[in-house]
């Protein structure tokens, strides 16, 4: 087993688990969700379906859109799709409505908080990016524009079908949309582990090279 794997698959279930934890205490918070997460909302609010059971079906939904992409899947892209979801209705099943302004306030700052962590965390295992990642990455590929055009297109987009839909949006939503990318931008360079990569070399040496 390559050397850095235990740790790379370890930093990718605790940055997927943390991620799930971050946006329940965001949707406990009912100040406003990130785009994607708006959509989820939204969703549950009309099928009857948990924000988790929508979070993993749309993950799905968006991996085929990766078909004609032809983006690549990793093992990180399928835990991203079902864990995620998993831990979001895990922790909304024990944390309760938050009843007073200073505890919303509370936990809308302590989710973006944790929501760059884990954000961190889970893209730098380097095991494949999440569903939603990996559609902006493949059609930025295809269309030749540039990744601020097409991910301003995409969140754009399901922030206004999630918010028609009957999600939240508010002060969390551009909270989330000014502090994730400088969280992560200082987080990232730590938490990075890059891939093991081998080569031939004489006898007698370790083959793999850090």
């Not at 799905?60 to 690549?72: E, H, K, N, T």
């Not at 505890?103 to 569903?131: D, M, W």
């Not at 097409?150 to 399901?158: K, P, Q």
């Amino acid at each position: 087993m390559p050397a850095r794997l235990p740790r790379r698959l370890v930093q990718l279930f605790v940055g997927l688990a943390l991620y799930g934890v971050s946006l329940a205490l965001v949707l406990r918070a009912g100040l406003g969700l990130a785009p994607w997460d708006v959509l989820h909302q939204g969703l549950a609010e009309r099928t009857g379906f948990t924000v988790g059971q929508l979070v993993i079906a749309v993950s799905f939904l968006v991996l085929l859109a990766w078909i004609p992409l032809r983006q690549r899947p990793g093992f990180g892209t399928f835990a991203n799709a079902v864990l995620v979801g998993v831990f979001v209705d895990l922790t909304l099943g024990v944390l309760g409505d938050a009843d007073s302004w200073p505890v919303r306030i509370g936990l809308l700052l302590a989710g973006v908080l944790l929501n760059g962590l884990a954000t961190a965390l889970y893209i730098g295992a380097s095991l494949g990016p999440g569903p939603r990642d990996g559609l902006m990455t493949g059609l930025v590929r295809r269309t030749g524009r540039s990744v601020r055009l097409v991910r301003t297109v995409i969140e754009v987009s399901v922030l206004v079908v999630g918010f028609l839909l009957g999600g939240t949006v508010g002060v969390g939503t551009l909270l989330y949309a000014f502090a994730i990318g400088p969280i992560a931008h200082v987080l990232l360079p730590v938490l990075t582990v890059a891939p093991d990569r081998r080569r031939v070399v004489p006898p007698r040496v370790d083959p793999d090279v850090a």
